[in-house]
């Protein structure tokens, strides 16, 4: 076994060994060489100390002196590297009360969460694989080292951290791992939403963010996101659909780029069919207002999981009008399009298509041909739209506030509605974009305001 190494952390590991000390490679940038994954970090683990490892390079940052992390600067990058250690006790279920320093390689592997992520290399020795790492990656499996029931214990979030590693591997979870996240799931009340929040978002933008399903089959999101577990519940007696709403969001996912944005928009955008759901007298499922429900229920899940504001608006308008209706774009409806365009935003807009035709994808034979094709038709005519430079909004109307002013018309309230006006008026017909029009008709506007 061969991985190539960045010259930076050659020189790391070189370094240490020159000076008496052990020095590999760790962790996740192991899995990932072996699985040939480009790493994201190249994590060091030695049984140098901290003080002597700050001591053999000139620019070090004190990381995480306490639980024997240093960062090496080289060129501008920066690696941790951390000293071998045995954890304590974890009070928390999150962090070890306490750390101990130790020389040997096989007690820093031992504290590991899965076996695929406690495997070390370096150049000299080649792949140490103490717990048959190897062998799991060549399986497809997560699997805890040692006791999974301890492991959990120690650190609550390895129970969502193996659905996430699941997903982005397409990995089976071992059965005595899978059986100890069922018996141990309450733990993971203690976690911080933050934290859950993070394994949350690097599950959906996996290759397999239906792996969210595993976390549903093993109890977790009763824990952190029962919303789910009652969209698992809701069926969808209608000729549109062929799932329950949890089992068409899932399918839904898989139709859907690995964007953040999309991914979690996908996610809630029928979250509020759990509470808008009726029966018919010929037993068909009508969700009336869900659209608008599931906006609302969206911001609050993404608020207790502590996204941020700017993430919770954008998936919320997403949501609202995703289940808009297109029809006959090329023609009259080439107006509601540029409507759209301007209600949800011209940069927005894009994203709206692929979460509607995410949506669409996931649902049954009924109409879906036609429904993809008006889509398909609906994103060509935006483009067009876009190109000829129509009038989107009220930067691009060609008169503004101040050209108001100049023409009399001073009051604020007045100018915000006859802009409003000539947008609108604008928005329907793009080819009356023009001042000197737009200029009478804004004196006419506002001798009528004042009659």
């Known amino acids: 076994m061969h991985i190539t190494l960045p010259s930076q952390v050659s020189r790391i590991l070189s370094t240490l060994d020159a000076h008496g000390f052990e020095a590999y490679i760790v962790g996740g940038c192991v899995r990932d060489s072996i699985l040939g994954k480009e790493p994201d970090d190249w994590d060091i683990t030695t049984s140098a100390r901290p003080e002597q490892v700050k001591a053999l390079f000139p620019r070090t940052i004190d990381t995480g002196l306490k639980h024997g992390t240093v960062t090496v600067l080289i060129d501008k990058t920066g690696y941790e590297v951390t000293t071998y250690r045995i954890d304590g006790t974890y009070d928390d ?18 504290r590991r969460d899965f076996t695929i ?11 140490v694989d103490l717990f048959r790492g190897m062998n799991d990656l060549k399986q497809g499996l997560i699997r805890c080292v040692g006791n999974p029931a301890e492991r959990f214990e120690e650190d609550a979030l390895r129970m969502l951290r193996a659905v996430r590693f699941a997903g982005q591997l397409n990995f089976r979870i071992h059965p005595d791992t899978l059986n100890a996240v069922q018996a141990k799931k309450e733990l993971l009340r203690n976690v911080s939403a933050e934290r859950i929040q993070m394994e949350l978002l690097k599950l959906m933008i996996s290759e397999h963010p239906e792996a969210l399903k595993t976390a549903w089959e093993c109890g977790l999101t009763e824990i952190f996101l029962p919303e789910f577990d009652r969209m698992m519940d809701t069926p969808q007696n209608n000729p549109h659909h062929q799932y329950n709403v949890g089992v068409h969001t899932l399918h839904a996912l898989m139709h859907v780029e690995a964007n953040p944005v999309l991914r979690l928009t996908i996610l809630f955008h029928d979250v509020g069919k759990t509470l808008t759901r009726t029966t018919d007298d010929e037993g068909i499922d009508h969700f009336y207002g869900h659209n608008k429900v599931s906006r609302d229920l969206a911001a609050e899940i993404m608020k207790r999981l502590r996204f941020d504001n700017k993430t919770i608006r954008i998936v919320g308008t997403l949501i609202l009008y995703h289940d808009t209706r297109f029809k006959d774009p090329r023609t009259t409806g080439r107006r509601h399009v540029r409507r759209m365009m301007h209600t949800v935003g011209p940069t927005l807009f894009p994203y709206l298509l692929k979460v509607m035709e995410a ?67 604008v928005l329907d017909y793009p080819e009356l974009n023009e001042y000197l029009y737009l200029k009478e008709l804004a004196l006419k506007i506002n001798a009528q305001l004042h009659q």
């Open 93 to 110: 279920h999150r962090r070890p009360s306490s750390v101990v320093f130790t020389s040997k390689l096989k007690d820093d592997l031992m």
């Open 117 to 127: 992520n406690a495997m070390a290399y370096n150049e000299e020795e080649g792949l």
């Open 359 to 425: 949506d669409v994808s996931a649902q049954s034979s009924y109409m879906q041909q036609m429904k993809l094709s008006i889509l398909a038709e609906t994103e060509e005519v935006s483009r067009e739209i876009l190109a000829a430079a129509d009038c989107l909004t009220l930067k691009d109307l060609k008169i503004n506030g101040n050209q108001l002013k100049e023409l009399g018309i001073q009051e604020g309230k007045t100018i915000g509605t006859i802009l409003d006006a000539l947008l609108s008026m």
